[in-house]
């Protein structure tokens, strides 16, 4: 049950949070949304999944995982009810920062039951479940474009028939025994050496989270920003081409995922980076010049961009060795922030510069990428 529970809450956290390529435009052009207002709206839900991971972490470690996982639900429940009755993009966005306050109590809930579920095989299994939330991801877009454009509802219907999804993950929820268990002998003593804090004082975990940031702003990029990208430069229509261009994004994204690992391990991490972050360049400077056909070649990026996360978590781990999990959640809590700040500052892009731009700005942050990845790299050296 409490694989069922992982692999089912994956899948469907990844249907659900991704609908947002679809709806997003929707909900900008029924509210008449400004730029800055649909800018404003993708930071708040990009902090809101910070914040409540922190906090998720706080909540689990004094009441359990199985609370957590509750908690999570029940957000995610609100949020997706509540989403059909808001009448203005205000309160449709209150509801959308509920949602991710739901998926924020997952990212912690759901690592830290696969921790003690996953005892054997973990690594194959971890990718494995990662690669449900691709497939939910490939799902989400699809099925929104679906029940939009061929069924003829709003996209308040698109997250209302998700409820069911949902209430059904309840039940194992409820009823499944959770391995709280206790931390191992002379684990609190490690732990208790260096604090959340403490990191934050630590110049490396300031470079890696800088580099995991704009990692992670170059890989929502096009799920954010590209369906809007393509409507308003070209008049596609995000409920069919959108959805199209987001769900071969997704599943590049997946099989990238679950497929490259043993390469990358081959030819070393920082290596690795470095090299996909300059066919993501090209990818995007191509997809770019190619106007309306980019939507062609942009979903590509998907397979070069999948390994930026999960890389640069494994690099700190190496580094960090033994304070390695409390120095990781510092640089994912940074990294998620700088995110948010971004994605503000693309609707700001939008804005002050044209429709054309916002998107556009990826080219500047693989650039920045890459010249962080660089400096990380001579450190990593410096330090082995």
């Known amino acids: 049950m409490l694989f069922f529970l992982l692999f089912s809450t994956m899948l469907a956290c990844g249907i659900i949070e991704n609908y947002k390529g679809v709806s997003f435009p929707l909900i900008k052009t029924e509210f008449n949304a400004s730029w800055e207002q649909q800018g404003l709206m993708v930071s708040l839900l990009s902090?809101?999944?910070v914040i409540f991971s922190i906090i998720g972490g706080i909540f689990l470690g004094r009441f359990g995982i199985k609370p957590s996982f509750l908690f999570g639900l029940a957000a995610l429940a609100i949020g997706l009810i509540s989403l059909y009755f808001m009448p203005s993009f205000f309160t449709a966005a209150v509801s959308l920062f509920l949602m991710f306050a739901g998926f924020g109590f997952f990212e912690i809930g759901v690592n830290a039951l696969a921790s003690r579920v996953f005892v054997r095989k973990a690594v194959m299994l971890m990718n494995m479940l990662h690669g449900f939330y691709g497939i939910g991801a490939i799902i989400g877009p699809?099925?929104?474009g679906l029940i939009t454009n061929n069924a003829g509802l709003g996209w308040r219907f698109v997250y209302l028939l998700s409820l069911p999804i949902t209430l059904?993950?309840?039940?194992?929820?409820?009823?499944?025994k959770f391995p709280e268990g206790k931390t191992e002998p002379g684990a609190a003593e490690t732990e208790k050496r260096i604090s959340f804090f403490d990191a934050l004082r630590h110049p490396m975990v300031w470079l890696v989270a800088i580099a995991l940031g704009l990692g992670v702003i170059i890989e929502t990029s096009s799920p954010n920003w590209g369906s809007l990208y393509f409507q308003?430069?070209?008049?596609?229509d995000p409920r069919t081409s959108g959805a199209a261009f987001l769900s071969i994004f997704f599943i590049c994204f997946t099989v990238s995922r679950l497929a490259c690992g043993f390469l990358l391990e081959r030819i070393g991490y920082m290596r690795s980076l470095k090299g996909l972050a300059i066919i993501v360049f090209a990818i995007f400077t191509a997809g770019f010049c190619l106007g309306a056909r980019g939507i062609y070649v942009l979903p590509a990026l998907g397979f070069f961009?999948?390994?930026?996360?999960?890389t640069i978590i494994a690099t700190a781990n190496l580094h960090f060795g033994k304070n390695a999990p409390v120095m990781s959640s510092a640089i994912i809590a940074i990294g998620g922030t700088l995110n948010s700040v971004v994605?503000?500052?693309v609707g700001l892009t939008n804005r002050f510069f044209g429709p054309?731009?916002?998107y556009r700005s990826s080219l500047v942050y693989i650039v920045l990428f890459f010249?962080?990845?660089i400096i990380l790299d001579k450190k990593l050296k410096r330090k082995a």
């Open 232 to 236: 308003d430069m070209y008049g596609l």
């Open 305 to 310: 961009i999948g390994p930026f996360w999960p």
């Open 356 to 358: 054309a731009w916002g």
């Open 371 to 373: 010249a962080v990845l």
């Open 168 to 176: 059904l993950l309840f039940f194992p929820a409820i009823f499944a």
């Open 47 to 49: 902090l809101s999944y």
């Open 343 to 345: 994605q503000l500052l």
């Open 142 to 144: 699809k099925a929104a």
